[in-house]
Nanobody, 123 residues
Framework: VQLQASGGGLVQAGDSLRLSCAGSGRSSFSNYRLAWFRQAPEKEREFVAY????????VYADSVKGRFTASKDNAKKTWYLQMNSLKPDDTAVYYC????????????????WGQGTLVTVSS
């Protein structure tokens, strides 16, 4: 299984970006949580959001609630993170992940990881 994250870039505060994560190597991600984490320089990796493959339920970290939206396209085996009203504090490498068990907001709850895409928000 491979996850390919893309869509990062350099933007200004207040701008928007959409990240994508394309999954391959499985016929589907049924029963999986499809998540986004991020890691800022010299900080620990933190949970951002997830969406469930089956019914599209979503959960967000408080820091992004109301600004970020997770979505998915099952046919493409791809999930997305729409990031609006970006702030300099959102600067980080964003990772996509897929998992079925464990704590949803912990890295060890996810079996598969993408390589990360860098988002830089300037003030």
């Amino acid at each position: 299984v491979q996850l390919q994250a893309s869509g990062g870039g350099l933007v200004q505060a207040g701008d928007s970006l959409r990240l994508s994560c394309a999954g391959s190597g499985r016929s589907s991600f049924s029963n999986y949580r499809l998540a986004w984490f991020r890691q800022a320089p010299e900080k620990e990796r933190e949970f951002v959001a997830y969406i469930t493959w089956n019914v599209g339920s979503t959960v967000y970290a408080d820091s992004v609630k109301g600004r970020f939206t997770a979505s998915k396209d099952n046919a493409k085996k791809t999930w997305y993170l729409q990031m609006n009203s970006l702030k300099p504090d959102d600067t980080a490498v964003y990772y996509c992940a897929a998992g079925t068990s464990g704590m949803y907001d912990r890295s060890n709850g996810y079996r598969y990881w993408g390589q990360g895409t860098l988002v830089t928000v300037s003030s």
